[in-house]
C-alpha cells in the first residue's frame, strides 16, 4: 500500500480485529497472504525465530495463569504479522508527511519528526550490529554470550553521540519547533480496497465478539 493513511487506518482495522478473536487474527492472516509480498514483508528469520519464541512464552505464561494461551499467542501473533507488514512497506518521510497532515504544523511536525529520526537511528544500530557482528565472527570469537555487554555498550555509546551530532545540527539550522512542509501521498490502484476489506474484517470481529458475549449472558 502507498498511501500511508490508508495503510495505517488497515493496520489498526486489522490489529484490532486480530486482538478482539481468533476469527479476526485469521481474518487478519487470511488478508495479510493475498496483499503482502510474503517472505520481503517479513524480517530476517532470526527476528522471526525471536519474536515466536517470546509469543510462544507470554502464551504460556498466560495458560499458566488460568487464561487462554492458545487464543492469546494466535492473537499476538496476527498482530506482529500485520506490524511487519506495516514496516516493510514504510517509505523514508510518509511518516512526516502523515503527522504534518494529520495534526499540523507544529505538534504534528514535531512528533513525526521525531519519529523519522528515531526509525533511521533502528535502521543505522541494525547496519551498525551487522558489522560488529562480522568484526567479532573474522576474530574468531567462540562464545557470543561474552560479547553481548561489549557490543551493546558499542551500540549506545554510537547512537549518543550519533543523537549529540544530529541535536547540534538541527540547531545550527534554527530548529525551534514546528516546521513548513507540503505533505504528498501516492494512492495505489489496492490501496483503498484493501484499507475497507480491512475495516469489514473489524466489524466482522466485533459484531462476532458482541454475540459471543450475548451468548455467554
Not at 479476526?24 to 527476528?47: I, T
Not at 517470546?54 to 504460556?60: D, E, F, I, Q
Request: glycine share 10%.
Amino acid at each position: 500500500m502507498r498511501d500511508v493513511r490508508l495503510r495505517l487506518l488497515a493496520v489498526a482495522a486489522l490489529s484490532g480485529a486480530a486482538y478482539l478473536s481468533v476469527v479476526g487474527a485469521a481474518l487478519a492472516c487470511a488478508w495479510w497472504l493475498v496483499l503482502s509480498r510474503r517472505r520481503q514483508d517479513l524480517p530476517a528469520p532470526l527476528a522471526v525465530l525471536y519474536l515466536g519464541i517470546t509469543v510462544g512464552l507470554a502464551g504460556l505464561a498466560t495458560s499458566l495463569s488460568g487464561g487462554d494461551g492458545l487464543s492469546y499467542t494466535i492473537r499476538i501473533g496476527a498482530v506482529l504479522l500485520v506490524a511487519t507488514y506495516a514496516y516493510a512497506h514504510r517509505r523514508d518521510g510518509e511518516l512526516l508527511d502523515l503527522g504534518v497532515w494529520l495534526l499540523g504544523r507544529r505538534i504534528g511536525f514535531d512528533l513525526s519528526l521525531t519519529a523519522e529520526l528515531a526509525l533511521q537511528t533502528i535502521a543505522v544500530a541494525g547496519e551498525d550490529l551487522a558489522r560488529i557482528r562480522l568484526a567479532v565472527a573474522q576474530k574468531g570469537v567462540r562464545s557470543r554470550f561474552r560479547q553481548w555487554l561489549p557490543v551493546g555498550n558499542a551500540l549506545l555509546f554510537a547512537e549518543l553521540r550519533r543523537s549529540r551530532e544530529l541535536a547540534l545540527l538541527l540547531a545550527l539550522r534554527g530548529y525551534a519547533g514546528g516546521g513548513r512542509h507540503c505533505p504528498r501521498f501516492e494512492r495505489g490502484a489496492r490501496d483503498l480496497p484493501a484499507a475497507l476489506a480491512a475495516i469489514c474484517m473489524m466489524l466482522f470481529a466485533i459484531l462476532q465478539t458482541r454475540d459471543i458475549f450475548i451468548l455467554l449472558q
